[in-house]
């Protein structure tokens, strides 16, 4: 399995503003997702992060409100632009590991509170 | 239509008793793998058990058994001797399309399970 570490596990921000997420893999993996789980909610997919090129956003994410990196095999960033109280919301990094079982792990998430 | 429903949206039970949660899902694809995961308060996802559709027997890992019933499209999780810590969401996931197919799983909405002492 892959152990999967992001940064910051918590936040509080003020609307407006905007906020980083890292996420790190201690592997080398091909597949690297952003979900967002609103409270109450499951999971939802914003994008695909794709290594040294555009991500692939899902229907009704842009590049403009949550751009994404991914600078190799094992680190992806994500930013919540412009941020309103209705982006409050677990923040998840999944990745899979490509070969058996093609599991999908989940970093520990990053809580976001707009304020 | 929904790919995945899990229908019980809050479950109780009794500190070592087992307890079943539900999952069906919905697919065309006759490749897929069936995932479940464990969702604590902390917010972590956390991987239990996974089942290929052409895996001949129920997976199981310890104490979480997958009930794969393939012709009626069902992949209940059976948690045995339930403990205080197995208080959690729970969700059922489905990928589609085998090795090489879509790496990208559906989610159902998830069951709350409640362990009482």
């Known amino acids: 399995s892959a152990v999967i570490s992001q940064k910051p596990s918590r936040d509080i921000c003020q609307r407006g503003t905007s906020l980083t997420i890292q996420c790190q893999v201690d592997s080398q993996v091909t597949m690297m997702f952003w979900y967002r789980q609103q409270p109450g909610q499951s999971l939802t997919l914003i994008a695909t992060?794709?290594?040294?090129?555009?991500?692939?956003?899902e229907s009704g994410f842009v590049i403009d409100k949550f751009p994404i990196s991914r600078p190799n095999l094992t680190f992806s960033t994500l930013t919540v632009s412009n941020m309103s109280p209705e982006d409050s919301s677990i923040y998840l990094c999944?990745?899979?590991?490509?070969?058996?079982?093609?599991?999908?792990?989940f970093g520990p998430g990053t809580r976001l509170l707009v304020l | 239509a929904q790919k995945i429903t899990q229908t019980q949206p809050g479950m109780f039970v009794q500190e070592k008793e087992a307890v079943t949660l539900d999952c069906t899902y919905d697919t065309s694809d006759p490749s897929y793998g069936l995932f479940w995961y464990k969702q604590p308060s902390s917010g972590e996802m956390i991987f239990l058990i996974y089942q290929g559709s052409y895996d001949q027997q129920n997976a199981t890992e310890g104490r979480y058994s997958l009930n794969f019933q393939k012709a009626r499209k069902s992949a209940n999780l059976v948690i045995s001797a339930s403990q205080l810590g197995d208080s959690a969401m729970y969700f059922c996931?489905?990928?589609?399309?085998?090795?090489?197919?879509?790496?990208?799983?559906?989610f159902g909405r998830g069951t709350s399970l409640i362990v009482h002492p």
């Open positions: 996931a489905m990928r589609e399309g085998g090795t090489g197919g879509s790496y990208i799983p559906t």
């Open positions: 992060a794709n290594q040294g090129s555009e991500a692939t956003y």
């Open positions: 999944s990745v899979v590991a490509v070969g058996f079982q093609e599991t999908q792990y």
